[in-house]
């Protein structure tokens, strides 16, 4: 197990990093973007759970 | 029965319909803020080596730069908003206008953090950002758009005073710098090292080269010492310029070698030493892509002027300035580098700086970058050699040379591209005779020991390769050597035994009395013995540069040679040799690596290679 997460820490560098970043970087702005529609979904999931 | 909760919110009331000058000021707001805004997040950036790129170095001068940049750019844009407004029934178009200026300001800002975000992401973040603050805006149009004017002098006085601040900063450093230097001998002689960025060393006069390119360097040639087979450490401006200031090797700093673009503090550099025993060090580049402050050249300098040597310089130290200068200015015909510093540019500047600091022995760099592709010459220089035809700009793209596909054009292109080069030439040489007469003017060139050098050559269709940077065959690493000062360097000297660069801080320092620990340590002036038969190789790395064309060494993995008298020998990282006898065959057309009786000779070869990038090929090998 430590080998596997050694091994993992040492593939990640500048090369990784970018896709990551971009992904996450990508979904923020996708949030920003459809601000409304992503609380509104939120709201709804929680209505799911949680009855008032 | 209860209305929806929408209803019932209290709606703001509508604003009145803009007017055009409304538009225009708070264009000029908005630009006012997201100009001091990318200013700020490029100078925080910039504190941290490696985020900016070879594109995006900047200095303290885009606190003035960056909010002009981006009242040129929003003023004329806010027009066409502010006539929609007036035709259109429907009162969308200011809120247009704040939505599309955010988006620019956000692509902006996330294209200069490339290493964490691709140019996709830094669209969907603009228009995230956009979206963030437009909704903002919308829900209290009035109140907003009053602020957005009423804003517009305190955002003025705010960003003239930063940028006064910013720039008064760097003077008020560099004095203190100055003042804090240890005394120095008032014997000490100048040195002015120039390198000529891209200049190979078989098309300068003084190596024999049929045109009279350059009859100043050749003056100077005769009343110095000529080094005929030099060679630069790498065939890139960064990784040679990193060996030329630390003397190593460039699998050792490691500058240009795994995507690392810079030059670290772990080596100490020539111009921190310099700096150090009591000399002004000022570095004057005019190849700002590759020396600029963000590769960490600057170390050492107390005073270094990189950017921001024209207005258009300036322009393009924006992301949004650069976006238009090399995307658009080439479909009008502009197809030299833009803002393109120019040898008589960066003579103003050192003569400049020189004037005002008198009173210690000054150590000065000069980079030329006159003779880089895309090979413009300046007017007046261009058609002295052949007719001033403009087959160079056979693209509509700004072809700036190593960093460009690679394609090698037809043999009428090549020739152009010769003689252009030739004609930058002849300018430079030129300016660098220009600056040689007003450093006598000011009788400080008496006092001065000059060394003329090239960071590494060029292509021009040899071996299937132009520009620089694929391969390290002799036309990309042979270079000019030439070492002059009166009283100190013999004059009218050749020497024909093989050095690279890595021995200019030793030469250096041993010419001024500077002890030379720590760095490469045999300094030319062992080679001007004519009883030295040391016979070192003189050594070169080039390190796999991704997105290199696959047709290139340098695209494929890392590439190494050594020089010697006679030898050439140039190994890549498959493991593939090539050795070329130099007396019989300058132009290294005929591979020897599998002649029997050269076993010995091979082997020699090998053992002197450098053996740093032999650690690191799997690193190296990322994309």
Known sequence: MHLLGFSLALYVGPDQILPLTSILGAIGGAIMIFWRQVVGLFRRIRSVFVRE | ?623
């Open chain 2, 1 to 623: 029965m209860s209305l929806p909760r929408l209803e019932l919110a209290p709606q703001p009331p509508e604003p009145p319909r803009r007017s055009f000058g409304w538009f225009i000021l708070a264009a000029g707001s908005l630009a006012l803020a997201f100009g001091l805004g990318e200013a700020l997040v490029s100078l925080c950036l910039g504190t941290r080596q490696g985020i900016l790129s070879w594109k995006t170095g900047n200095s303290v001068k885009i606190l003035f730069a960056a909010p002009a940049v981006y009242l040129l750019i929003f003023l004329p844009a806010a027009v066409p908003f502010a006539l929609l407004d007036r035709t259109l029934k429907q009162r969308w178009s200011e809120v247009a206008m704040v939505f599309g200026f955010t988006t620019l300001f956000g692509i902006s800002v996330t294209t200069l953090m490339r290493p964490w975000f691709s140019a996709s992401a830094s669209v969907i973040l603009g228009l995230g950002m956009a979206s963030v603050v437009s909704r903002i805006y919308n829900s209290d149009r009035t109140r907003w758009g009053l602020a957005l004017v009423s804003s517009a002098p305190r955002l003025a006085a705010a960003a003239l005073l930063i940028g006064v601040i910013g720039a008064g900063s760097a003077s008020v450093v560099e004095r203190l710098t100055i003042a804090r230097l240890p005394a120095v001998t008032s014997s000490a002689p100048n040195v002015l090292l120039i390198v000529m960025d891209t200049q190979r060393a078989d098309h300068l006069t003084p190596y024999g080269y049929a045109r009279p390119t350059t009859p100043r360097l050749a003056r100077l040639a005769e009343e110095g010492v000529r080094f005929t087979r030099a060679t630069s450490p790498a065939a890139t401006t960064l990784p040679s310029h990193s060996s030329i200031m630390t003397g190593q090797l460039v699998g050792e700093h490691g500058a240009g070698v795994n995507g690392k673009l810079f030059l670290d503090r772990r080596f100490p550099t020539l111009a921190e030493r310099m700096r150090d025993s009591g000399y002004l060090t000022g570095g004057f580049v005019a190849n700002t892509y590759w020396t600029g402050r963000h590769t960490g050249l600057n170390r050492g300098f107390v005073h270094y002027e990189d950017f921001y040597g024209s207005l258009m310089d300036g322009f393009t130290r924006t992301v949004m300035g650069r976006a238009i200068a090399y995307q658009l200015f080439p479909m009008f015909g502009r197809v030299d580098i833009p803002g393109r510093k120019r040898a008589e540019d960066v003579n103003r500047e050192l003569l400049g700086w020189l004037d005002s600091r008198r009173g210690r022995p000054f150590f000065a760099f000069l980079n030329y970058f006159d003779v880089h592709a895309p090979y413009r010459p300046p007017p007046g220089w261009a058609g002295r050699f052949s007719s001033p035809g403009d087959s160079v700009a056979r693209t509509r793209r700004i072809e700036i040379g190593a960093w460009n596909e690679g394609t090698v054009p037809d043999s009428a292109v090549l020739a152009a591209w010769r003689d252009r080069y030739d004609e930058s030439l002849l300018y430079l040489d030129h300016e660098i005779g220009a600056l040689l007469d007003s450093l006598a003017a000011r009788q400080l060139l008496e006092h001065t020991i000059v060394i003329v050098t090239a960071d590494h050559g060029e292509s021009f269709g040899e071996h299937g390769t132009v520009h620089h940077g694929a391969t390290l065959y002799l036309e990309q690493i042979h270079v000019p050597l030439i070492l002059w000062g009166p009283g100190r360097i013999p004059a009218g000297k050749w020497v024909d035994r093989p050095v690279d660069l890595r021995a200019i801080p030793a030469t250096v320092l041993e010419a001024v009395g500077v002890p030379t620990l720590g760095f490469h340590g045999r300094s030319l002036f062992a080679s001007l013995d004519s009883r030295d038969t040391t016979g070192d190789p003189a050594l070169s790395e080039g390190p796999l540069v991704p997105g290199n064309p696959p047709t290139w060494q340098t695209g494929k993995g890392w590439v190494k040679s050594a020089v010697t008298q006679r030898w050439h020998l140039v190994q890549l990282e498959s493991g593939d040799r090539e050795l070329y006898d130099l007396r019989i065959d300058p132009a290294e057309l005929h591979n020897l690596a599998a002649v029997p009786e050269l076993r010995d000779t091979l082997t020699a070869l090998e053992r002197a290679l450098p053996g740093t990038f032999g650690g690191n090929i799997a690193a190296g090998s990322l994309r």
